[in-house]
T-cell receptor, first 110, second 114 residues
Framework: TQLLEQSPQFLSIQEGENLTVYCNSS?????LQWYRQEPGEGPVLLVT?????EVKKLKRLTFQFGDARKDSSLHITAAQPGDTGLYLC??????????FGAGTILRVKS | DTEVTQTPKHLVMGMTNKKSLKCEQH?????MYWYKQKAKKPPELMFV???????INESVPSRFSPECPNSSLLNLHLHALQPEDSALYLC?????????????FGSGTQLSVL
């Protein structure tokens, strides 16, 4: 199992600030998924990135996949309290084992 | 219906008890999963069922016994658990067991073992 490193582990910011979460691996992955998990709920898929250099936008969220397909980032513009949650990157492995990174706990204060 | 339904939502059990967690989906998905998640940690895969057959067991102790009675249902039978087994147990499904399919997660069962 190839490890996925996420940073930072914890982020506490004020409403309206911008932030970036990173997901890195020492090996190339064919695609990467980003999930968000709110307290008391299961993770919900936000986006899947497949092509090196790809950029996808989901309202105030921007996802990038590195050119070498070893890293990805999630940027949130003008964070809101509703963005609070655990952000997880994940890669699929043989047999559809979905392996998650350690996660970034985001807290947005109003 | 795009939901994965898990019951119960909360469960407290003693170390000598036998209990079962249930998971149901009616999306026609043919792959179903059990994950275990400790507080503030990522989910960890336990089992994968592909077309109602167990395809992956991540070296889970035998006190956890999965069962897939049909394509819509997934159970996790619990017996003689330890306090360290206390966690959120998440069920998920995907249309097929193909590589990198989107997973649909239930809300989980919060299990406490006393």
């Amino acid at each position: 199992t190839q490890l996925l490193e996420q940073s930072p582990q914890f982020l506490s910011i004020q409403e309206g600030e911008n932030l970036t979460v990173y997901c890195n691996s020492s090996s190339v992955f064919s695609s990467l998924q980003w999930y968000r998990q709110e307290p008391g709920e299961g993770p919900v898929l936000l986006v899947t990135v497949v092509t090196g250099g790809e950029v996808k936008k989901l309202k105030r969220l921007t996802f990038q996949f590195g050119d070498a397909r070893k890293d990805s980032s999630l940027h949130i513009t003008a964070a809101q309290p509703g963005d609070t949650g655990l952000y997880l990157c994940a890669r699929g492995e043989y047999g559809n084992k979905l392996v998650f990174g350690a996660g970034t706990i985001l807290r947005v204060k109003s | 219906d795009t939901e994965v339904t898990q019951t119960p939502k909360h469960l407290v059990m003693g170390m000598t008890n036998k209990k079962s967690l249930k998971c149901e989906q009616h999306m026609g998905h043919r792959a179903m999963y059990w994950y275990k998640q400790k507080a503030k940690k990522p989910p960890e895969l336990m089992f994968v069922y592909s077309y109602e057959k167990l395809s992956i067991n991540e070296s889970v102790p035998s006190r956890f016994s999965p069962e897939c009675p049909n394509s819509s249902l997934l159970n996790l039978h619990l017996h003689a658990l330890q306090p360290e087994d206390s966690a959120l147990y998440l069920c998920a499904s995907s249309p097929t067991p193909a590589y990198n399919e989107k997973l649909f997660f239930g809300s989980g069962t919060q299990l406490s073992v006393l």
